[in-house]
Nanobody
Framework: QVQLVESGGGLVQAGGSLRLSCVAS????????MAWYRQAPGKARELVAS????????KYADSVKGRFTILRDNAKKTVELHMSDLEPEDTAVYYC??????????WGQGTQVTVSS
């Protein structure tokens, strides 16, 4: 069973930066397109960014384009989300998993990001 462990969240002021990290135990990580998602209180989980497996081509939701960067290291089985110019609207629990067209692995506990105004 695949385990996903997210970390790096915290409390930051608007305009600040955070780096999230996710470690996956999957043996197929290097061939799996990955993504970061977030879920704010009372809202559905939404896709934030995705990255292809070998070519590592990123895609971003319009709301984070230009502020967030998704990266992956297939040797370390990690995917990161570098967030800058954070806004209160970015407050959510952030999760990593496979990109939306694939069956998701078991969701991890996520990491809380709170942006104060």
């Amino acid at each position: 069973q695949v385990q996903l462990v997210e970390s790096g969240g915290g409390l930051v002021q608007a305009g600040g930066s955070l780096r999230l990290s996710c470690v996956a135990s999957a043996s197929t990580f290097s061939i799996s397109p990955m993504a970061w998602y977030r879920q704010a209180p009372g809202k559905a989980r939404e896709l934030v960014a995705s990255i292809t497996s070998a070519s590592m081509i990123p895609k971003y939701a319009d709301s984070v384009k230009g502020r967030f960067t998704i990266l992956r290291d297939n040797a370390k089985k990690t995917v990161e989300l570098h967030m800058s110019d954070l806004e209160p609207e970015d407050t959510a629990v952030y999760y990593c998993n496979t990109e939306p067209t694939l069956r998701p692995w078991q969701w991890g506990q996520g990491t809380q990001v709170t942006v104060s105004s």
